[in-house]
DNA sequence: GCCGTTTTCGGCCCGACTGTTTTCAGTCG
């Protein structure tokens, strides 16, 4: 089982124990392993092999290193099969109705037998849901349409699709004379892959005048909630859009609660608390010796907020409980890496194979970019869908790069191939043809359900490649609509560490590949990542700061991204085992 | 279930909003 595995165990624990209505810190703590298992750069099944003591991992103690060890050895949880037979799985999409928690769903379990979506509709329209203590008419109301969204799962949206979102919301929003500022928060600020709904918030001391306009919003299809600081609407989309307003000495605390993350949030009021501090979005208070909340120390502003409790303010890519409280104390908190820090794009196509843009367009719009250099990397002839290149037509390609070099005295144009790595193991093109080019980059397109000793196979054949500069898209996944291929990621940062090779973090909004946890394990090995733009038109180069973004989650300085290099730097970096690397 | 320069037991972040209650539980973030 890999750590991912294993980490799915200990969430599927945590809701069943939840449906159960069990102490919500017992849920909290299989959920919370869950969580750190996945961030774990060392593989459980060999912890386990070599009797490591798992209990050194944060949010593992006693019980939980036992379960890992037996999920390991047998590959199943006893305690897990035990709370299936108490209670069917098929509960669990109930939570997932707005408005029904673990208490609402267990009570229609209980009382009602229900163990389904499709019963619980049927309840509801015969009236029996609100016969229950606790529920009402307006409850069973309110679980009627919140079924529809549940079964329509609707997925996280990626970063970039909330992006446009926010600009048109915050556009709307700011006309409104009583906002004196105004942020989007939540997971779009911390700059998540994807973001689940969208977190505004305003400092005003009208709250009705921003709560109106919010409204008047056109995509506005339901107001969900209003309060005197709090306003939830759903979207036509279904996305949900949750507006907080504060007035200005509040808004730095709101800003930083509202951002979060939960668990980040946990820990920041967990320290305030051994301060004698109180921390909520109104503010940071000092409290009473009766416990009582106190005199307001900070709160106008994030920087005010973190510094009142010792803390640097984080990035908000960093708000994750993922070590970033660790590195603030050793004042290592990283500067991270900003797009303005990328000097060149070194993966993009053209017409020659299923590009948009000729080769003079895209090289027109890089410069207009400020690329100081740019590889051109078309399909190799496997890609045939896309018209890949054989020998003679890269050749030709290369003659062309030639050719109009003359005409280009400010940006660098690399002769480069996106060569496949063939079902059989084998590269796409031959030795001395790959020999020839500036940039050659390694990816998988086909055979991608091969086990994963093949698909391993293939990428270490490519690592090992003398020729091969770096795997793109490493793990080949789509967010939302195709997992990765079967393959073992820390097998592949060790060998490009070994043999020198570069790792792709590929811009593109889809794939965000390799992902933020990877690429932290890639700078912890020392593997340099590239951030490119796989660009198929003039227009797709502009995705890098989604790339960007991912590369921070991930912790990245700009030293850990190779094309924050010029060309004539980086070009040394390939073929250098990274051990052997200055620094 | 985890954790500990106050603790091996008793904590574990904190507040807004809704609906169903007649003072608060459940849900949400």
Not at 4 to 10: E, L
Request: proline share 4%.
């Amino acid at each position: 089982m890999t750590n991912r595995d294993i980490a799915a165990v200990f969430d599927q624990v945590a809701d069943l124990l939840e449906f159960q209505n069990a102490n919500p810190f017992r849920v909290r703590a299989y959920r919370n392993g869950a969580r750190k298992l996945k961030d774990l750069a060392d593989p459980l099944s060999r912890l386990v092999a070599d009797d490591a003591d798992l209990t050194a991992i944060d949010g593992i103690g006693k019980d939980l290193a036992e379960k890992i060890a037996t999920l390991v050895q047998t590959g199943s949880l006893p305690m897990l099969t035990e709370l299936e037979q108490q209670v069917p799985a098929s509960v669990l999409p109930m939570m997932r109705v707005p408005g029904l928690g673990p208490k609402k769903a267990a009570a229609l379990y209980n009382d009602l037998k229900i163990t389904s979506l499709d019963m619980l509709r049927a309840a509801c329209e015969e009236g029996r849901v609100r016969e229950l203590k606790g529920f009402g008419k307006k409850t069973e109301e309110t679980i009627l349409a919140g079924i529809a969204l549940a079964e329509r799962a609707t997925d996280r949206i990626y970063w970039s699709a909330a992006d446009e979102i926010v600009q048109e919301l915050l556009a709307h929003l700011r006309p409104v004379k009583a906002i004196k500022q105004l942020e989007a928060a939540g997971s779009y600020r911390r700059g998540k892959e994807t973001v689940g709904d969208i977190d505004l918030l305003a400092d005003a001391t009208d709250v009705d005048a921003v709560m109106d306009r919010l409204g008047e919003f056109p995509a506005v299809a339901e107001v969900i909630a209003r309060g005197d600081t709090k306003m939830s609407v759903r979207l036509d989309s279904q996305l949900q859009v949750d507006l907080r307003v504060v007035p200005s000495e509040s808004f730095g605390a709101a800003l930083q609660y509202f951002t979060g993350s939960k668990e980040h949030n946990v820990e920041v009021r967990g320290r305030a608390k051994q301060q004698g501090l109180r921390v909520n979005e109104w503010g940071v208070f000092r409290t009473t010796d009766d416990g009582e909340q106190g005199e307001r120390v900070a709160g106008a502003t994030e920087d005010e907020v973190y510094a009142a409790l010792g803390l640097p303010t984080f990035p908000p890519e960093l708000r994750e409980a993922r070590g970033e409280f660790d590195l603030a104390e050793e004042g290592e908190l990283p500067r991270l890496v900003e797009v303005g820090d990328l000097r060149g794009d070194l993966h993009m196509h053209t017409t020659a194979t299923d590009g948009k843009a000729t080769l003079r367009e895209m090289i027109d719009a890089a410069r207009d970019r400020g690329h100081e250099y740019i590889a051109i990397t078309d399909h190799s002839k496997r890609v045939s869908m896309a018209g890949g290149l054989d020998a003679d037509r890269l050749r030709a390609q290369w003659a062309e790069i030639d050719a109009l070099r003359p005409d280009y005295d400010d940006i660098v144009v690399l002769k480069g191939i996106e060569c496949d790595i063939l079902e059989s193991g084998e590269m796409d093109l031959p030795d001395e043809v790959l020999a020839e080019a500036d940039w050659v980059i390694a990816s998988l397109h086909y055979g991608q359900k091969q086990p994963r000793e093949k698909i391993m196979q293939r990428l270490l054949f490519a690592v090992e490649h003398p020729s091969v500069s770096i795997i793109a898209h490493p793990t080949g996944r789509l967010i939302n609509r195709r997992e990765s291929y079967d393959l073992d990621v820390d097998q592949l940062i060790a060998a490009a560490r070994q043999h020198g090779k570069l790792l792709e973090l590929n811009a593109n909004p889809a794939r965000l590949d390799l992902d933020d946890s990877h690429c932290a394990l890639a700078k912890r090995a020392g593997v340099p990542i590239v951030v490119s733009s796989d660009a198929h038109h003039t227009g797709g180069l502009d995705v890098l700061p989604y790339g960007v973004k991912q590369a921070r989650r991930a912790g990245l300085t700009a030293a850990d991204v190779a094309n924050t290099l010029p060309w004539k730097q980086l070009k040394p970096l390939l073929a250098t085992p990274a051990s052997q690397l200055p620094g």
